[in-house]
């Protein structure tokens, strides 16, 4: 009976450490969870400005352009802000390369291939490819895989290649199935938008946002909080346009962001205008002995003037912008610009023939990864209705506008 009693007290007190482990091993994981809520609610809460009360959607001394990769934002900036604005009035931008071209594939080997980038690198002015997100990331992997597939079949010795559609030819590309669960399409692609409008890419500046990245990514829940910091700032931003309104959306940019940045080109004209004639006015004014004894001065109220000169000079062309004109200057280079797009594009298809990314190609994408790619982008399919409904809104708002206006200019004459 005894030691029936104590192989009872060993079995309870094997039973109650099987317990303990348990707990031990579950307590770590609700801890972690709870760190990461703590951090992204913190990170959210700072990140939401409270309201001021100004009106958020007039252009202020800056204009910045945040261009979610693949969305036609090269045309924007090719179109219509560089009809707007001088080079000498522009930041360092990120449009001066093709983001990714297979053309590459020339090369005998991926070591030549990144070779002659890098020599091409030191001798551009402008930022390249490897220097901007996410491209900086997604080129070396997608040139090392390329590559990788092409050496494989040269090994082979074969070039017969089956498949149900481009999004499946393993022998020269990843099939997109591969491709949605990588590591770094989980890391950077998928929900690329909301992260980058929150200011969360992982080329962010900002110390803490790793933390919150990480978290979002680890748990799915916590994303709620990252969708709301990113719709907050769509609702701050001056304009919002769609891929696929991208007539609407262009027409609608001319009249709320061209008009306001040629309505400051005006403005500006006529400040320097009027400092001109004040300078004019001054050096006129001073009598010949204060002339005399005075020569720096004199120097640099003529230094002053040339500058004006050469600044009006040098703006001239957009005195006489206006946004009928600023919209037939972006029915000509949209037109230019996408011949030139699809002739690239045949140009460097052709180094991964058959794989052709068609439109048709897409149909054929089994509907079981198409839903799994939504799940994975849960977040930007939310952002993006919300997106829907702020364009809706505004573009109604502009119309409206515009007609009263017409109404106005018909009944004056």
Known sequence: MRLMDHTLQFSLLLTLLGFASILANASPMKNNFGHCERVVKKWAVSSLDPEVNEDKHTLRDLLFFLHVPRTGG???????????????????????????????????????????????????????TLDIWPWKYLVPWMREDLFARRDARRRRGSDD?????????????????????????????????????????????????????????????????????????????????????????????????????????????????????NKSEQSSSFSISELENDDHQNSSIDHNSGQVTSTENDEATKQNMTVDRLMEAYEVCISSLRKEQAHRRTASLKRISPANFSKEGRLQVPGVILEQIRSLNRLDLELYKYAQDIFEKRHKHSMEKLFAILHILDWIT
Not at 74 to 86: A, P, V
Request: hydrophobic content about 40%; proline content about 3%; overall charge negative.
């Open 74 to 128: 090269r045309t924007y900036f090719h179109c219509f802000l560089r009809k707007l604005y001088s080079k000498s009035l522009e930041c360092p931008r990120s449009y001066d390369k093709l983001r990714f071209d297979p053309r590459f594939l020339v090369h005998p080997n991926l070591t030549s291939a990144t070779q002659m980038a890098e020599r091409l690198r030191s001798k551009m002015r402008g930022v390249s």
């Open 161 to 277: 290649m089956q498949s149900n559609g481009a999004y499946d030819m393993e022998e020269i590309v990843m099939p997109l199935h591969e491709y949605i669960n990588s590591p770094i399409a989980l890391d950077i692609v998928h929900n690329g938008a909301t992260f980058q409008v929150a200011g969360l890419t992982n080329n962010s500046y900002l110390e803490e946002s790793h933390e919150v990245r990480h978290c979002v990514q680890k748990y799915e829940i916590l994303g709620e909080h990252v969708l709301q910091v990113a719709k907050k700032r769509l609702d701050d931003m001056l304009y919002v346009g769609l891929t696929e309104e991208h007539r609407e959306s262009a027409t609608m940019f001319a009249n709320v962001v061209g008009a306001q940045v040629i309505s400051q080109w005006g403005a500006l004209n006529m400040s320097m205008e009027s400092v001109a004639n």
